[in-house]
């Protein structure tokens, strides 16, 4: 039979407390991190999970971005074109009193001036930023004014092309602009979409609103009350175009809160998995520190006694 010496006995009670306080020290650092997963060999699989979902969590921040930012841009085209329905009732009312035949020639001329006034304040809208690029001005001319303002510009689009995008999932994107689509206009949809309601002067007799809106200004100038009747008919037609832009932008805004839910969702179901992955549970984690703690200690103890009487016997036989 094997005998079993002293140096063995030392080896093992070595080896048994290396393993305790290796056990007990992979506790306390769950315990000072807050996570069961410190290192890959803690656990392969799920630390190869955790990045995956870290990866997966990044991204949808970076759509969840892009919501934020879409959604600042559908808000600022949405208050210019509400701005523009404002200006369109208010030269509205300017007509129909000037077609009441009560007006004086220079009542007229006084309303051509308030007509001109906000025409310009029509174009000011267009030129609306958001994030310093101009919101009408298509992908290709975000930094070109679309229209000239001041007395005497020309009406004459000068933004760029092209819709403009927000990438708000995995191949997934919202245009953020208007959608000219939605005029239903007969008049071919402008290169930057606020020239299909505005007009890309200096052509004249388009229909649309900047040459109704000089039409309005000189016939009221002229004292010619009859074209001002064809004047509000075609404005009409105008404020029907505004308002189809404006239903555009609200249901963009409706894409955009949809998506943004929808990312809410997959953030915090992802975050939940996350931390059923590789965060700790710190009740349970606490009671089995406190239980090998205890048991290492004992063993110490137990182990000094065991060393203590071999000693003793080494001593003693010889």
């Known amino acids: ?11 093992t009670l070595l080896g048994n407390l290396n393993q305790q306080l290796n056990t007990l020290q992979n506790t306390q650092l769950e315990l000072s991190s807050g996570k069961q997963i410190n290192e890959p060999s803690d656990n392969p699989y799920g630390m190869g999970l955790s990045l995956q979902l870290n990866s997966q969590l990044s991204q949808l921040t970076q759509y969840a971005s892009n919501v934020t930012d879409g959604t600042a ?10 701005d523009m329905n404002n200006v369109v009732q208010r030269v509205s009312a300017l007509v129909v009193e000037g077609i009441n035949g009560t007006n004086n020639q220079s009542d007229l001329q ?10 310009d304040e029509v174009k000011q809208d267009a030129d609306t930023q958001y994030n310093g690029q101009y919101v009408f001005s298509g992908s290709s001319g975000s930094n070109l004014q679309p229209y000239q303002t001041g007395q005497g510009s020309s009406d004459k689009y000068g933004g760029g092309t092209g819709a403009v995008y927000r990438e708000v999932g995995p191949g997934t994107t919202v245009q953020v602009d208007i959608d000219t689509s939605a005029t239903n206009s007969s008049t071919p949809p402008g290169p930057g979409g606020i020239s299909s309601l505005l007009g890309n002067g200096p052509t004249a007799n388009d229909g649309l609103l900047l040459d109704t809106l000089r039409q309005i200004s ?14 509000l008919t075609n404005l009409t037609g105008n404020l029907h175009q ?4 404006q239903a ?3 249901t963009t805004q409706d894409q955009l809160q949809l998506a943004s839910t929808r990312i809410q969702d997959l953030q915090d179901n992802d975050t939940q998995v996350l931390s059923n992955t590789q965060d700790a549970d710190m009740a349970t984690t606490e009671i089995n520190f406190s ?8 063993a110490l103890k137990a182990g000094a006694s065991i060393v203590q009487e071999s000693l003793v016997d080494f001593l003693g036989n010889g």
């Open 73 to 82: 841009w559908t808000q600022a085209s949405a208050t210019a074109l509400s």
């Open 1 to 11: 039979m094997e005998r079993i010496t002293t140096l063995m006995t030392a080896q």
């Open 248 to 250: 555009t932008v609200g």
């Open 291 to 298: 239980m090998q703690q205890t048991a290492y200690e004992a």
């Open 242 to 245: 505004l308002q189809a832009l």
């Open 110 to 119: 006084a309303m051509a001036d308030e007509v001109d006034q906000l025409t």
């Open 218 to 231: 000189t016939d009221m100038n002229s004292g010619n009350t009859s074209g001002l009747s064809n004047d």
